[in-house]
């Protein structure tokens, strides 16, 4: 069935610091991909997504690029915050359409000023 | 528009005793999602409903977990004779339907003693 491999953690990087944390992912045909983060004590909260090959998916300064011909969906952030501290995990629909999402196992980034 | 809703958010059970959780999606979402997450592991899904039906249940434990989404109020997930292993964070999600993004509640954290 589909599934993600994301990058283990923990991350520590210092502010301004450039990120990247690698996620790929094994599906049948081209489902939407996503990022989540989860910051501490919280809920999950949709960070960014692409719907197709090639899109590039943006928010809050953090970006991910859907790379077909190499299955990833790598988010990058080019100088982090303290404030950026939290879980972020990549998912995927597990099948087409609207059905439920499967996740990686999720990346712990701390931050220090 | 408010966000989804859980509650409680935190929730202490003996072994034995019975455990509910309440999602409330957001307003116009008709699907709900629940995930299990242990631990620092990522989020296992649970359940998918819709209004008055289960569309999809193959993440539940087939004994002691059941889960109802009712015509009026909230997505119930029902655990009875609680055990340890039980001790996660619940998240329910909503959607209003076809390939649209999932949005999560903060969870419900249940300590089983």
């Known amino acids: 069935g589909d599934s993600v491999t994301q990058m283990e953690g923990p991350v520590t990087l210092s502010e301004e610091a450039f990120l990247t944390i690698n996620c790929t992912y094994t599906?049948?045909?081209?489902?939407?991909l996503f990022w989540y983060v989860q910051y501490p004590g919280e809920g999950l909260q949709l960070l960014l997504k692409?719907?197709?090959?090639?899109d590039k998916g943006s928010n809050k300064g953090f970006e991910a690029t859907y790379r077909k011909e190499t299955t990833s969906f790598h988010l990058e952030k080019g100088s982090v915050q303290v404030s950026d501290s939290a879980v972020y995990f990549c998912?995927?629909?597990?099948?087409?359409?609207?059905?439920?999402?499967?996740f990686g196992k999720g990346t712990r980034l701390s931050v220090i000023a | 528009n408010a966000g989804v809703m859980q509650n409680p958010r935190h929730l202490v059970r003996r072994r034995g005793q019975e455990a509910r959780l309440r999602c409330s999606p957001m307003?116009?979402?008709?699907?709900v999602y629940w995930y299990r997450q242990l631990p620092e592991e990522g989020l296992k899904f649970m359940v998918y409903?819709?209004?008055?039906?289960?569309?999809?249940e193959s993440g539940m434990p087939k004994e002691r977990f059941s889960a109802e989404f009712p015509k009026e109020g909230p997505s119930i997930l029902r655990i009875q004779q609680v055990v340890r292993g039980d001790s996660a964070a619940y998240f329910c999600?909503?959607?209003?339907?076809?390939?649209?993004?999932?949005?999560f509640g903060p969870g419900t954290r249940l300590l089983v003693l």
């Open positions: 998912a995927l629909p597990r099948n087409s359409g609207n059905t439920p999402l499967v």
């Open positions: 599906a049948t045909g081209y489902p939407s």
């Open positions: 307003k116009g979402h008709s699907h």
């Open positions: 999600a909503s959607s209003p339907g076809g390939p649209e993004t999932q949005y």
């Open positions: 409903l819709q209004k008055e039906n289960i569309i999809d």
């Open positions: 692409a719907t197709k090959a090639d």
